[in-house]
């Protein structure tokens, strides 16, 4: 191999050794930051890691909220229109935290897969709704109506009320 050649081809592996451990360093310090979305249908049946740290939306259900009234415990439940998770939070909730209202959590799936709440985020106005749980709230609408169609009794109607009035605004917010 002419010297030259050598010089060049090892120049690039050397600048792609550097590149993929820089790359995998970026990746081992942001590890602890990422969080994925699951909706609750995905926790109910199963798809969400227990003991990693992810976020879950939905809307509250109605007289489902619980507090301690010796601590700041609280103890709520939250839908996406087909299935309901349990979420248990130590804190002081937002302002805007109210039931038959969105709401995204973030925490972690403990064994007995309760969700252990560390940041409750609540809906900064009427007309917003996260992005993530109207996505989530409309796959589990269209799932319901395709059972309707099909005759099924999993077409539950309990929560058709959640969809009425509600639309997405990227202009609104989260309050904390």
């Not at 050649?5 to 930051?33: E, M, P, Q, Y």
């Not at 917003?128 to 539950?156: C, K, L, T």
């Amino acid at each position: 191999m002419h010297p030259e050649r050598r010089k060049r081809l090892t120049l690039v592996l050397f600048l792609v050794g550097v590149s993929s451990v820089a790359i995998g360093l970026i990746v081992f310090a942001l590890r602890d930051n990422i969080s994925l979305f699951y909706a609750p249908t995905a926790i109910a049946s199963g798809e969400a890691p227990e003991g990693v740290r992810i976020r879950a939306g939905g809307m509250v259900v109605p007289e489902s909220v619980r507090r301690d009234p010796e601590s700041l415990a609280v103890v709520f439940r939250i839908t996406d229109g087909e299935e309901e998770i349990e979420v248990e939070y130590t804190g002081i909730l937002p302002d805007l935290f109210a039931e038959n209202e969105a709401a995204v959590v973030t925490g972690t799936l403990d064994e007995q897969r309760r969700f252990m709440a560390t940041e409750v985020l609540a809906k900064h106005d009427e007309t917003y709704m996260p992005v993530e749980v109207e996505e989530a709230m409309q796959q589990a609408h269209d799932r319901r109506d395709a059972a309707r169609e099909q005759g099924s009794a999993a077409a539950d109607s309990r929560y058709d009320g959640y969809r009425n009035g509600y639309s997405s605004s990227r202009a609104g917010g989260y309050s904390q």
